[in-house]
């Protein structure tokens, strides 16, 4: 076992984090690290960032101890202030169960005549293994890369049914390579959806066995297994030489607690109190890195994410202290959340919109912060004002409130990688505050000291007058009704449906994806207007489980689908709806 599974186990095994000066009661339970010894004497903005992005929280990834004791220093954050817990037991926590990795079951078998292998020394079924037994005549699949049109592409033409495919790690033309089709998650999904039997991959020399901990990928339908070292020299020589071979694989998947954090102030205007502003932002981060690190070659060390997202999180702490403590009372009650699992794919918020503890009817708009603290004298986007009618009006008004009004630039999509998206696809007004990008970014360098606290206090501000002209004021006359603009109405708003905030080129289908897994298929939470998959007739709600042919267990092979074809591309797609198989035709389009 390397290193950095001892470590990974330790954070998720609550290895005790002591410290000589007195932690609060809380803390004791949880053995976190004592926040007053390590802020003191900072300002709230600074100690907040100084305590989430610390090495002792590992990183906070989601289902971790040092994700739960971020979560305990938010809810005593909001104590502190005098905010009233909102969870739905009545705590400050609103819990939930999260895919955490898997572990290995009973019975993990890989022989050959010759030779019986020891799993997790020799072998180890990948996280997303299928759970199952395949025998057979070994098949040598060379890189088990697809390359259309090129002279070398053997495999594409290989029949591969009811086989066990052996092939080499990586991309044996360009070894750096991380292109999709690379990796063995897609590998693995290619030869299940060519109805392999099972999959072995050869890792390079020097490589490390697969941990399991990390992974949240869909178990797929065969057993894959990768092999190292020796063996994989032996497994490759008995594929060459079409030797038979079995392979067992039992993988169980893991699941634990996360938290949302919630507080309330309740709107101090009877008339006003039941509708509610939301303010949000997520307090996970990648933890030891891997899946959705910018530095896969840093794997294992602690990435901090102080701007991503202590820094949004710190913002939502001041701003509650603002609404609760100033002197002007929003008159509609304004909800507090700070979601987990943000990294792993909007999970937190997704979970929220799905269990809201306060009706989303009753739901006027969402603030969303994520990434606010790098502002460095820049320009502040915020995305998501084609989203309600007044937005661009009320965000002028609010910056000319602020003491430093600050260059804003806007973007009209309310769809984008963070927290936000899962409230417009409620058809909630939304504004995601984003400080823009940096080199840091999903980096273990992304460090507290990098911090621009200045910058940070000047976004606080400008959010707490939007929220406050939102929330309306207690006492006060003024008024502001938002006029929404959900997603189905946006094209007659003049937005580009198939402009996406992420970017990128390549076809494009027009799908919004639930990013919180089903047990089969890429459930969808809408469908652009005007889009190539509205023409083709697919809704909302819909479940992709078969894309050109191509299974789709989750959102990953669901990509890997996508990208395997072209705009202009007829493609049959299938669909669960209502319980039944639909099979429906879409002519993709072109992403710009
Ligand atoms: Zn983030």
């Given at each position: 076992?390397s290193?950095?599974l001892?470590?990974?186990?330790?954070?998720?095994?609550?290895?005790?984090?002591?410290?000589?000066?007195?932690?609060?009661?809380?803390?004791?339970?949880?053995?976190?690290p004592?926040?007053?010894?390590?802020t003191?004497?900072?300002?709230?903005?600074?100690?907040?960032?100084?305590?989430?992005?610390?090495?002792?929280?590992?990183?906070?990834?989601?289902?971790?101890?040092?994700a739960?004791?971020a979560?305990?220093?938010?809810?005593?954050?909001?104590?502190?202030?005098?905010?009233?817990?909102a969870?739905?037991?009545?705590?400050?926590?609103?819990?939930?169960?999260?895919?955490?990795?898997?572990?290995?079951?009973?019975?993990?078998?890989?022989?050959?005549?010759?030779?019986?292998?020891?799993?997790?020394?020799d072998?180890?079924?990948?996280?997303?293994?299928?759970?199952?037994?395949?025998?057979?005549?070994?098949?040598?699949?060379?890189d088990?890369?697809?390359?259309?049109?090129?002279?070398?592409?053997?495999?594409?033409?290989l029949?591969?049914?009811?086989?066990?495919?052996?092939?080499?790690?990586?991309?044996?033309?360009?070894?750096?390579?991380?292109?999709?089709?690379t990796?063995?998650?897609?590998?693995a999904?290619?030869?299940?959806?060519?109805?392999?039997?099972?999959?072995?991959i050869?890792?390079?020399?020097?490589?490390?066995?697969?941990?399991?901990?990390?992974?949240?990928?869909?178990?797929?339908?065969?057993?894959?297994?990768?092999?190292?070292?020796?063996?994989?020299?032996?497994?490759?020589?008995?594929?060459?030489?079409?030797?038979?071979?079995?392979?067992?694989?039992?993988?169980?998947?893991?699941?634990?607690?996360?938290?949302?954090?919630?507080?309330?102030?309740?709107?101090?205007?009877?008339?006003?109190?039941?509708?509610?502003?939301?303010?949000?932002?997520?307090?996970?981060?990648?933890?030891?890195?891997?899946?959705?690190?910018?530095?896969?070659?840093?794997?294992?060390?602690?990435?901090?994410?102080?701007?991503?997202?202590?820094?949004?999180?710190?913002?939502?702490?001041?701003?509650?202290?603002?609404?609760?403590?100033?002197?002007?009372?929003?008159?509609?009650?304004?909800?507090?959340?700070?979601?987990?699992?943000?990294?792993k794919?909007?999970?937190?918020?997704?979970?929220?919109?799905?269990?809201?503890?306060?009706?989303?009817?009753?739901?006027?708009?969402?603030?969303?912060?994520?990434?606010?603290?790098?502002?460095?004298?820049r320009?502040?986007?915020v995305?998501?004002?084609?989203?309600?009618?007044?937005?661009?009006?009320?965000?002028?008004?609010?910056?000319?409130?602020?003491?430093?009004?600050?260059?804003?630039?806007t973007?009209?999509?309310?769809?984008?990688?963070?927290?936000?998206?899962?409230?417009?696809?409620e058809?909630?007004?939304?504004?995601?505050?984003?400080?823009?990008?940096?080199?840091?970014?999903?980096?273990?360098?992304?460090?507290?000291?990098?911090?621009?606290?200045?910058?940070?206090d000047?976004?606080?501000?400008?959010?707490?007058?939007?929220?406050?002209?939102v929330?309306?004021?207690?006492?006060?006359?003024?008024?502001i009704?938002?006029?929404?603009?959900?997603?189905?109405?946006?094209l007659?708003?003049?937005?580009?449906?198939?402009?996406?905030?992420?970017?990128?080129?390549?076809?494009?289908?027009?799908?919004?994806?639930?990013?919180?897994?089903?047990?089969?298929?890429?459930?969808?939470?809408?469908v652009?207007?005007?889009?190539?998959?509205?023409?083709?007739?697919?809704?909302?709600?819909?479940?992709?489980?078969?894309?050109?042919?191509?299974?789709?267990?989750?959102?990953?092979?669901?990509?890997?689908?996508?990208?395997?074809?072209?705009?202009?591309?007829?493609?049959?797609?299938?669909?669960?709806r209502g319980?039944e198989?639909?099979?429906?035709?879409?002519?993709?389009?072109?992403?710009?």
């Amino acid at each position: 076992m390397s290193n950095v599974l001892t470590v990974f186990a330790a954070l998720t095994a609550g290895l005790t984090f002591a410290n000589p000066a007195s932690p609060s009661s809380s803390q004791q339970r949880l053995d976190c690290p004592n926040d007053a010894a390590l802020t003191a004497g900072m300002n709230p903005t600074l100690a907040h960032v100084r305590y989430l992005a610390d090495d002792a929280l590992g990183g906070r990834a989601a289902g971790t101890i040092g994700a739960r004791c971020a979560a305990q220093y938010i809810a005593n954050q909001f104590e502190a202030i005098g905010i009233p817990a909102a969870g739905p037991d009545g705590s400050y926590f609103q819990g939930f169960p999260i895919r955490a990795g898997a572990v290995l079951g009973g019975e993990n078998i890989l022989r050959t005549p010759q030779s019986s292998y020891t799993v997790s020394e020799d072998w180890i079924p990948y996280g997303y293994s299928g759970s199952g037994a395949a025998t057979g005549v070994l098949l040598y699949g060379g890189d088990g890369i697809n390359r259309p049109g090129q002279p070398n592409n053997e495999y594409a033409t290989l029949d591969i049914t009811g086989r066990i495919v052996v092939v080499e790690d990586g991309d044996l033309a360009s070894p750096a390579s991380r292109a999709l089709q690379t990796g063995a998650h897609f590998k693995a999904s290619v030869a299940a959806g060519r109805n392999a039997s099972g999959m072995l991959i050869l890792l390079s020399e020097g490589r490390a066995l697969p941990d399991l901990f990390g992974e949240i990928r869909a178990a797929l339908r065969i057993p894959v297994a990768a092999v190292r070292g020796e063996a994989a020299e032996r497994i490759r020589q008995a594929a060459r030489n079409a030797e038979r071979a079995a392979l067992v694989a039992s993988v169980q998947p893991r699941s634990v607690e996360a938290r949302n954090v919630a507080a309330l102030i309740p709107g101090s205007d009877p008339t006003l109190a039941d509708e509610v502003v939301i303010i949000g932002a997520h307090y996970d981060h990648l933890g030891l890195g891997g899946e959705g690190s910018l530095a896969p070659e840093a794997y294992g060390e602690i990435h901090n994410g102080a701007d991503d997202n202590a820094s949004g999180m710190s913002g939502l702490i001041e701003i509650a202290r603002r609404l609760a403590e100033g002197d002007r009372r929003p008159a509609r009650s304004v909800l507090f959340l700070a979601f987990t699992a943000e990294e792993k794919g909007l999970w937190g918020s997704s979970h929220y919109v799905r269990n809201p503890i306060l009706p989303i009817e009753q739901s006027i708009a969402m603030l969303n912060l994520d990434m606010i603290g790098r502002l460095e004298g820049r320009t502040l986007t915020v995305l998501g004002v084609g989203t309600a009618e007044e937005w661009t009006d009320v965000l002028r008004a609010a910056n000319q409130a602020t003491a430093e009004p600050l260059s804003i630039a806007t973007a009209p999509d309310g769809f984008g990688a963070s927290d936000h998206s899962s409230f417009y696809g409620e058809g909630l007004p939304v504004l995601h505050f984003f400080s823009n990008t940096h080199v840091d970014y999903h980096r273990p360098s992304d460090d507290w000291e990098k911090v621009d606290y200045e910058g940070l206090d000047q976004i606080v501000d400008l959010v707490s007058e939007v929220a406050l002209d939102v929330a309306g004021v207690a006492g006060s006359d003024e008024r502001i009704a938002l006029t929404p603009i959900p997603p189905d109405a946006a094209l007659a708003h003049g937005q580009d449906p198939s402009a996406s905030t992420s970017g990128g080129y390549g076809p494009y289908l027009g799908t919004i994806p639930d990013m919180v897994p089903v047990d089969f298929g890429l459930r969808l939470t809408g469908v652009r207007e005007g889009s190539p998959a509205a023409d083709g007739g697919i809704l909302s709600g819909d479940i992709v489980v078969e894309f050109g042919g191509s299974e789709v267990g989750d959102i990953y092979a669901y990509t890997y689908a996508l990208q395997a074809h072209e705009p202009g591309d007829s493609v049959e797609i299938v669909l669960l709806r209502g319980g039944e198989r639909v099979t429906v035709t879409v002519v993709l389009g072109d992403r710009r």
